[in-house]
């Protein structure tokens, strides 16, 4: 193979995503300078944009773990167990990070949880969720 040839083709294929125009988006200060840090809301008026922003809440009665022919063998009428006993607190995840622990309850015709713990995190640790791990 003619490593000059190759070279040449190399360098063409990286001068084609070279950006045409500068972008806006990119960060033009000294990075010698420390980033000035975002003031947190004062009141809940500033906030007002966040409120409309979709999360996902899971109700999390236990886990199972099995193999996978097991798990093939499952069917309608199948039995799983799971790792939580009878009247032990449900784990309650918004965007599969734990943020506390309730009861089931029914609502007219519908499941419904009673927070009865909530879980306070370090914001500091980065990714805590009191051990949580996946919804499921």
Do not use: C, W
């Not at 167990?81 to 309850?105: F, M, S, T, W, Y």
Request: glycine residues 14%; aromatic residues 2%; charged residues 30%.
């Amino acid at each position: 193979m003619d490593t000059d040839t190759d070279k040449g083709r190399e360098e063409l294929e990286l001068n084609e995503f070279e950006p045409e125009e500068r972008r806006e988006d990119v960060y033009d200060g000294d990075l010698t300078q420390p980033i000035e840090r975002v003031r947190p809301p004062q009141s809940a008026k500033e906030l007002e944009g966040v409120y409309e922003i979709p999360v996902e809440v899971s109700a999390v009665l236990g886990h199972a773990e099995m193999p996978v022919s097991e798990l093939l063998k499952l069917g309608r009428g199948s039995l799983v167990q799971l790792n939580r006993k009878l009247g032990e607190p449900i784990d309650i995840h918004v965007n599969n990070r734990l943020i506390a622990r309730g009861e089931v309850v029914v609502v007219e015709d519908k499941l419904g949880i009673s927070m009865t713990e909530i879980i306070k995190t370090d914001r500091t640790q980065g990714g805590g969720g009191g051990g949580g791990g996946a919804a499921g």
